[in-house]
């Protein structure tokens, strides 16, 4: 074959590709399986036209890390398919007396990142630079995961998620609010007193651990569940550090945001328009 019909042949094929690539069309896999455990499961929702460049989210429900699972969660994942953002929404092992603390859904959250990873090439995104997001307690998770794993995480967002378990006003407010024994279950260790936090506690909270992850912060601010004042603090935490963060208070908002569509629905457009500021880098 001579040279210039070669490079035709190469440039047809080559433009071929290109051209599927942008034509392809949106994928939604559900309960696909990520490790071997019965709650390793995640729904895929990748966009047309994605890329290896494509923004890419790492989604946890909340339920106080004993409960609930990524239906809870899917309206978001949708707003975000919508969005042109690619994610997977994770359920991940329960937290419990024994066996299950946060080390153990940490790894979990890994398993995940590690498949989207692996699936890179198959699926035509990202192989890193994923970001995190998460509902209350899925909040914490995308807090710790981000501000502790090794792996490159482009951006965070937090939906009126705990962040500090060392708190004394937090800690004495679980303790009246019959909150308690659900922070033992996720650090692993009993709470005896304010004077004898166990070192887990702080292991345990994203506050300590906070780098220079741009974060975004939605919080009511009658919230009977997590107090405002965790985002507050985290919030001014990351200023002090100059890390890039958003933080919104919404006034007369409690914990579910379902009780305020439009205020919700506004939340969403400000925590996609953060992801696809942030969520770019590789």
Known sequence: MKKPILIKVLIFF?????????????????????????????????????????????????????QAGKEYVRDFQLYL????????????????DSTVHYKQIMEDVDRAVKYCADHAGQWNTRADGFSTAGFSSGAHLALLYGYTTQRKINAIVDFSGPNNFTDTATLNYCVKAGLIGLVEKITGDRFTGVSHVPA?????????????????????TIDPVVKVSQSQQLAQKLQ?????????????????????????????????????KYGQKR
């Open 14 to 66: 080559l433009l071929g590709s290109m051209d599927a690539m942008a034509q392809q069309d949106t994928v939604k896999l559900t309960d696909v399986k990520y490790g071997s455990f019965e709650r390793n499961l995640m729904d895929v929702y990748l966009p047309p036209g994605r890329a290896p460049k494509t923004r890419f989210v790492i989604l946890i429900h909340g339920g106080a890390w004993v």
């Open 200 to 220: 887990s506690f702080s292991l345990a909270s994203p506050y300590t651990h906070v780098k220079n992850i741009p974060t975004f912060i939605a919080h009511g």
């Open 240 to 276: 002090r550090m100059q890390v890039p963060v958003k933080f919104i208070e919404v006034e007369g908002l409690a914990h579910d945001l379902d009780k305020k569509p439009q205020e919700k629905l506004k939340l969403y457009q400000e925590a996609a328009a953060w992801l696809k």
């Open 81 to 96: 398919l919508s969005q042109g953002i690619a994610s997977v929404n994770i359920n991940h092992r329960y937290a419990n």
